[in-house]
């Protein structure tokens, strides 16, 4: 039973636009959401996070919206730039500190 | 450049040696973690060390035994391990330990491979 779900293993995007990721949960207990990044040959880069009680956070191009009620959060990236081609991995976190990744989904940004 | 370095990068292993991977942070971190990651997968959590003291074990068969000499280090043993123990190890940590609040930092992983 996998309790986070990333439903798009690819996205492909242009250079400017926007980039809407995707993460689903089923585990209520999780309360503490975040965004990793990972280029190649090259492990997991922590790009933002997002506590249950808050439905929005922003930083930079980057923000993460979690709608509590439907399970669902989503990464927003904009405008979108080659360098933002990677795979990016949602993670959910219990308190205990343990982290339960998604699939991925890998990025790409057309110039 | 990593902040949590892992060594070997690679490593190539019959079923019958024993062999270790060693993971280092000096950002003072509290808490180390060992992950496991198959192709076109997401990491697995193996272990989760907090305070130097192992606080999650996710079922992990006993040919992986993990130690945390110290604050800065964290070693994963390897014994009689299987082809399908073949995989990217990856080591995080983050700063404070048994909370689900801090971003962990990750290391770039050791390439496992078991012939």
């Known amino acids: 039973d996998q309790q986070v779900k990333q439903n798009s293993p690819s996205l492909s995007v242009q250079e400017g636009r926007i980039s809407i990721l995707n993460c689903d949960y089923t585990n209520s207990m999780f309360d503490y959401f975040l965004w990793y990044k990972k280029y190649p040959a090259e492990g997991p880069t922590f790009l933002i996070s997002?506590?249950?009680?808050?439905d929005k956070n922003e930083d930079g191009r980057f923000t993460v919206f979690l709608n509590k009620s439907a399970k669902h959060l989503s990464l927003h990236i904009v405008p979108s730039q080659p360098g933002d081609s990677a795979v990016y991995f949602c993670a959910a976190n219990t308190n205990a500190g343990k982290s339960t990744f998604g699939d991925g989904t890998t990025l790409t940004v057309k110039p | 450049d990593t902040e949590v370095t892992q060594t070997p990068k690679h490593l190539v292993m019959g079923m019958t040696n024993k062999k270790s991977l060693k993971c280092e942070q000096h950002m003072g971190h509290r808490a180390m973690y060992w992950y496991k990651q198959k192709a076109k997968k997401p990491p697995e959590l193996m272990f989760v060390?907090?305070?130097?003291?192992?606080?999650i074990n996710e079922s992990v068969p006993s040919r992986f035994s993990p130690e945390c000499p110290n604050s800065s280090l964290l070693n994963l043993h390897l014994h009689a391990l299987q082809p399908e123990d073949s995989a990217l190890y990856l080591c995080?940590?983050?700063?404070?330990?048994?909370?689900?609040?801090?971003?962990?930092?990750f290391g770039d992983g050791t390439r496992l491979s078991i012939l």
């Open positions: 995080a940590s983050s700063q404070v330990g048994g909370t689900g609040y801090q971003p962990q930092h």
């Open positions: 997002i506590s249950s009680i808050k």
């Open positions: 060390y907090s305070y130097e003291k192992l606080s």
